[in-house]
Each structure stands twice: as structure tokens, then as C-alpha cells.
């Protein structure tokens, strides 16, 4: 309280445009004093009011402060574009929420929107500006104002510009080529857009006609407002037909980001409209400047901005994700025999994988070509198993954990409980049978890879110095587990990156460019050309898959290994396949020594941690895309339990 005299007598109204600026930055901070409690500020503001009215010529100083500040500071940008992106792409506004974090602003603005967020930069302000109660503001109102009437006229001005210029901005966006193609009945819905400019200028004028009369005025006021919300209703319908087309079709997050600012707008533009018209215009601006408080604090945030445009592309993602994994989910035992034969068959050419492996470090080439070429090798081993119809069991979590969640949708009976955890047996032995045949598979098939280069080159598949190495690095004493768990991460990151190309792909139609094309049909043929885009339908999302888990296993340790950090993978089916190369040069007299033991026992908790991983996070992301929001994880895990208790064997074999 003590301060309040002295921030009075510092008013000027002649003083500089900045420091004009700042005296209410600081009177604002005076008013929220230590922000326990709104009521507190809303007395503060109180002690204000009181201090002003009992000095006339202090009075006199803050109108003639008010009317510098109204004429000279553009209030229309704060009314329609504060909160909005300044241009229409999800990276700018990335880039400018970076920027605002960053940089810091200056009082020495005419632009509203600018000072705002100086004056007013707490969720605190919104809680004490809504606590006034209208007597307050009636007398702020006359406090501020030697002429009120002709403040409100200069207030609904500024509204009538704002919804002007959202307008304008609702139309170039309503008429944007990738929005408009997208909607349901395109040609009604571009004549909706078309209207609302002649609406807002039908409105304005019936609103300010000077001699006008007021109950004749008051019903074509009513129509013309009946109208505008209309044609924004039948907007905002064209607006929610493009997201269905987008469910359908492929995902953007550009497209969804132009489509909530969008929404937005109309939003604000139904906000601003109410204010025009309110009989108590003074309450009606001190809750719209509130509202802005909360669009500011909104507006910062960029992981807000991430979550709120990319909650789509994850649930299409998810959704394309769900699809796959229900082919890697064995329900009967010729299932689960399928998946063995699949996972063996992963198994033996992962022996190929290994081999490359070592062929690459025995070159001995610098960290990042040895982690290029590294990247080479899995990727193309890996799309050899994706073309064999063979199956790399750690690749299941990633796409099964979204097909579990969407089980979860309806889990409220007892039914739908008892349904899911049969999913969830089924899961448990898929993944076992296919680290089972995997892991099963690649060490006979190292080892024949290793007689053959015995016989043919006189020397096995890797010296006794690269075997030792193996075990250092895969024995249980060391991080191996840690780096076991970060490569349940990396399979996750796969598993998102195949989602996301295969909605590229449908987004971007390439599949119908494939087989009618001209110049492809011209070069391929239709029949082949139709083919080749079936084919790459079905696979696009496994070689997306194949190609970034094959560079990411290599290139990863080189990168990380440059700036320090020498990040690893432990993949257990490679390991394993190094494991049996390293104690195939040792000879048996290794396995009387107890560091491959330590490597042995490292095999089951390496392929646990690969899968536990990459299953919680793709888990976690599908359970969010899917608006799965509180499910009774507590009934579940008691009949999970139960099933164990009373049926173990269905969890590794079936019925």
C-alpha cells in the first residue's frame, strides 16, 4: 500500500510513449500485489479507485492519460489476431512461440497486442479481472473517462474492426485449395464463406445508423446477427466435413493446424460479437480482456502447440498401427506355429545380418562410414525378412500395443474384461514364440555361417581379440540392460516412423499416382503398374520401419559416440547372434570361463526390455490417441492375475 502514492504521483500524461506504457505495467503489478488471492487484488484495485476520486486533480491527470493511451495504442490486433499464428503453417508458429520464449518484448509499442502480454502476464490477471464486480467497473469506467459515451462509441468501433478482420481471415482460409477440396459439398459451403463479408458490413451498419429507431433497429439488428451466426455455423460445419475426409484419407499437420486456427477464429468472432452487442459494453470488456489474459498464457506453451496438432496424426498413426499388429497376434496353434516358422525364418537371416556386421567393423573404417554402412546392412537384411514374410519378433511391440488399446474402448462390462485379457494372452505368446524362434534359429545358423568361412577361408567369422570384445560389451555387469531398454525406445520411434509413412503415403494418393500415372503406366505398364502400387501399399509402412530402425541401430553409437555420450543398441536377436559368433571363435574351453555365462544370462533380459519398452510407449501413445482416458487399471490387473493363477500355459502355448 505503501508504494501506491508514489506510483500515483509518478503519472504523466505527456511523458514518452514507453514510459506512458510502463506506468500501467506497474500499476498492474501494484494490483497484483503477492497473488495470494483475486479477492486481495480486487481490494487493491478497490484502494485505487478510492485513493483517484479523492484527488480531482489526480483525476483529471489519469483521464487525460486514458484518452493519450486509447488514441495513440491500436486496440484491433488484441481484439482479433492475438493468440492466432501470423501465418498459417504449424513451423512458423513453432518458430515465433521459440522466439517469444526467447526474446524479450518492449512497452515502446502502439500495437495492443504487443503491451498486453507485458501488462498482464499471469494467469492471476484473468482471476482478478473476472472477481470485479460491476460496480467496480462502473466506477473505473467513470474514472477513466471524462466522457464515457463517447469511449463505449470508440470501444464498439474497435469491436466492429475486429470481426472485420476475422472475417476476412475466416474466408482466405475457407477458401484455401487443400481446405475446400476437402469438404463435404463444396460448392454450399463456399457461398457461406462468400457471405460472411456482406454480413459483418450489413451489421455495422445497422448498428451505428444515426437515426435509427431503437425498437425498429433493434429487430433488424437481431436479423442481421441471426444471419452472420448462420453462415458461421454452416463454416464451422464445412470446417468439421474436412476432418472427416482427413480420418478417411491420410493426415496433415499443417492441414490440421490451418483447421483449428480456423475454428478459432470463429470461436473468437461469436466472442467479439457478443461484446458488440451486450447492453453493459464496460463488464462485457473487462471479460473479454480475461479471456485474452488465458489466450496469452495458451499461446506460449509449445508443447500445448505439438499435443494439439499432432493428437490426429497420433491417432492415425495408432490407427494404421492397430491394422498391422493384429496380424503379429496368434490365437490358435496354427497361428502360433505360423509365427514360429516366421520368427525362425527371422532368425536365420538375421545370421546374414551379423555376419555384414562384422564384415563392416573389420574394415576398419571411421565411426561414422562404419555406422553407415552398419545402417546399410540391418535395413537391408531387415527388408529381406519383411519380403520373406519372415518376422524380427522385437518390431511386434510397436504395432501390437496400439491393436491392445484399442481393445480398451469398451471395458466396462465384465465381458469386455474377460475379452481382454485373452488379447492379452494372446499377445504374451506371440512375443514369446517370437523371441523364442528368433533367438532359437540364429545361433545354429551363425554357427553354420562360421563352418563355412572355416572351411572356405581357414579362419572363423571373427578373431579371438573381436570375440572378447563381444563380451565385454554384452556381459550383464555392464550397461547392457540400460542399453537394452534405450533400444525399446528406438523400436518404438520405428514403429511411429512406419505409421507415419504409410498415412503419407495415403494423404499424398500415391498409390492411385502409382497405377494411373501416365508417364509410370507408360513405363511399367497397367497391369505392373497396378501391381507395384498394391505392393507398396501393403509394404510401405514395413520398409519405413526396416530403413529407420536399420539407421538408427548403426548411426546412432557413431553420432552419440562424437559428442561423448557413445549411446548404444543391444538388439536381442543380434546380440544373440554376436554372442554365438564370439563363442564360436573362443572354442569351448569359453564356456569354463563365467564371462559368457554373464552373457548368456544378459540374452532373456535383453529381449524383455526390448519388448517391455517399445510396448509401453506405443502403449501410451494409442491409449491417447484413442481418448482412452480412465480405465479400471486395477480390475484389469486382478483378472490378469487370475488368468495366470488359474491358466500359466496360455501365456506361452495355445489351448
Avoid at 502514492?5 to 504523466?12: E, F, K, R, V, Y
Avoid at 564370439?582 to 563365467?594: V, Y
Wanted: net charge positive; proline share 4%; with cysteine.
Amino acid at each position: 500500500m505503501r508504494d501506491l502514492p508514489a506510483l500515483l504521483n509518478s503519472l504523466d500524461p505527456d511523458a514518452g510513449l514507453a514510459q506512458r506504457h510502463v506506468w500501467l505495467i506497474k500499476l498492474f503489478e501494484w494490483i497484483r500485489g503477492d497473488q495470494t488471492s483475486p479477492q486481495a487484488a480486487v481490494a487493491r484495485c478497490q484502494t485505487f479507485i478510492d485513493a483517484v476520486q479523492r484527488q480531482p486533480a489526480l483525476q483529471d491527470r489519469l483521464q487525460a492519460w486514458w484518452q493519450t493511451l486509447i488514441q495513440t495504442v491500436d486496440i484491433t490486433p488484441l481484439l482479433a489476431d492475438f493468440g492466432f499464428a501470423p501465418r498459417t503453417a504449424f513451423v512458423s508458429e513453432l518458430a515465433e512461440r521459440l522466439r517469444r520464449k526467447l526474446l524479450p518484448g518492449t512497452p515502446e509499442t502502439v500495437d495492443a497486442s504487443e503491451l498486453f502480454p507485458l501488462v498482464a502476464p499471469t494467469r492471476f490477471d484473468a482471476q482478478w479481472l473476472t472477481a470485479l464486480d460491476e460496480s467496480q467497473i462502473v466506477q473505473l469506467t467513470r474514472l477513466l473517462s471524462a466522457s464515457p459515451e463517447r469511449d463505449t462509441l470508440h470501444w464498439q468501433h474497435s469491436l466492429l474492426d475486429a470481426l472485420t478482420y476475422c472475417t476476412a481471415q475466416i474466408q482466405a482460409t475457407g477458401f484455401a485449395h487443400e481446405l475446400r477440396l476437402r469438404m463435404n459439398d463444396a460448392t454450399h459451403n463456399s457461398q457461406a464463406f462468400h457471405a460472411l463479408a456482406a454480413d459483418v458490413e450489413e451489421l455495422g451498419r445497422v448498428f451505428f445508423r444515426p437515426d435509427r429507431d431503437l425498437n425498429q433497429d433493434d429487430l433488424q439488428l437481431q436479423a442481421a446477427i441471426v444471419q452472420y451466426r448462420e453462415h458461421l455455423d454452416a463454416c464451422r460445419q464445412a470446417v468439421n466435413s474436412v476432418y472427416t475426409h482427413l480420418e478417411e484419407n491420410g493426415i496433415s499437420v499443417g492441414m490440421v493446424f490451418r483447421l483449428r486456427q480456423l475454428r478459432e477464429r470463429i470461436v473468437r468472432v461469436r466472442e467479439l460479437l457478443d461484446s458488440l452487442t451486450s447492453p453493459k459494453p464496460a463488464v462485457a470488456a473487462c471479460k473479454l480482456l480475461a479471456r485474452r489474459v488465458i489466450t496469452w498464457q495458451e499461446s506460449k506453451s509449445i508443447g500445448a502447440l505439438i499435443g494439439a496438432n499432432s493428437t490426429l496424426l497420433s491417432a492415425k498413426i495408432a490407427e494404421r498401427s492397430a491394422e498391422t499388429g493384429e496380424t503379429y497376434l496368434t490365437r490358435n496353434r496354427g497361428e502360433y506355429r505360423e509365427m514360429l516358422g516366421k520368427a525362425m525364418g527371422g532368425g536365420a537371416v538375421t545370421a546374414l545380418t551379423t555376419l555384414l556386421k562384422f564384415i563392416v567393423v573389420g574394415i576398419g573404417l571411421s565411426a561414422f562410414w562404419s555406422g553407415f554402412w552398419s545402417s546399410i546392412a540391418y535395413a537391408g537384411t531387415f527388408i529381406l525378412i519383411q519380403l520373406l514374410h519372415f518376422t524380427l519378433a522385437t518390431k511386434q511391440p510397436a504395432m501390437t500395443a496400439p491393436a491392445m488399446a484399442a481393445k480398451l474402448k469398451d471395458i466396462d462390462s465384465a465381458e469386455a474384461v474377460h475379452s481382454f485379457v485373452d488379447e492379452v494372452t494372446h499377445l504374451v505368446r506371440s512375443q514369446v514364440a517370437a523371441v523364442f524362434g528368433n533367438v532359437f534359429m540364429v545361433v545354429p545358423s551363425v554357427l553354420l555361417v562360421n563352418t563355412l568361412i572355416q572351411l572356405l577361408l581357414g579362419h572363423p567369422m571373427i578373431s579371438t581379440a573381436n570375440a572378447q570384445h563381444v563380451l565385454t560389451t554384452l556381459t550383464l555387469l555392464g550397461p547392457t540392460l540400460l542399453w537394452a531398454a534405450f533400444t525399446g525406445g528406438i523400436l518404438f520411434a520405428a514403429g511411429l516412423m512406419a505409421g507415419w509413412a504409410e498415412n503419407w503415403f495415403v494423404l499424398h494418393r500415391l498409390g492411385s499416382a502409382m497405377r494411373h500415372n501416365p508417364r509410370i503406366t507408360a513405363m511399367l505398364g497397367t497391369e505392373r503398374a497396378a501391381r507395384w502400387s498394391l505392393f507398396m501399399r501393403k509394404n510401405i509402412s514395413g520398409f519405413a520401419s526396416n530403413i529407420a530402425l536399420g539407421l538408427m541401430l548403426g548411426l546412432i553409437p557413431a553420432f552419440t559416440g562424437f559428442f561423448g555420450l557413445e549411446l548404444e543398441a543391444r538388439h536381442v536377436t543380434l546380440s544373440t547372434g554376436q554372442l554365438a559368433a564370439a563363442g564360436a571363435s573362443l572354442g569351448l574351453d569359453a564356456f569354463r570361463h563365467p564371462a559368457i555365462w554373464w552373457c548368456i544370462a544378459a540374452i532373456p533380459l535383453i529381449g524383455a526390455l526390448n519388448l517391455v519398452v517399445s510396448f509401453y510407449f506405443a502403449f501410451r501413445l494409442a491409449l491417447q490417441a484413442h481418448n482412452v482416458s480412465r480405465v479400471n487399471r486395477a480390475r484389469i490387473r486382478s483378472a490378469i492375475w487370475a488368468r495366470w493363477y488359474s491358466h500359466p500355459r496360455s501365456f506361452f502355448v495355445p489351448e
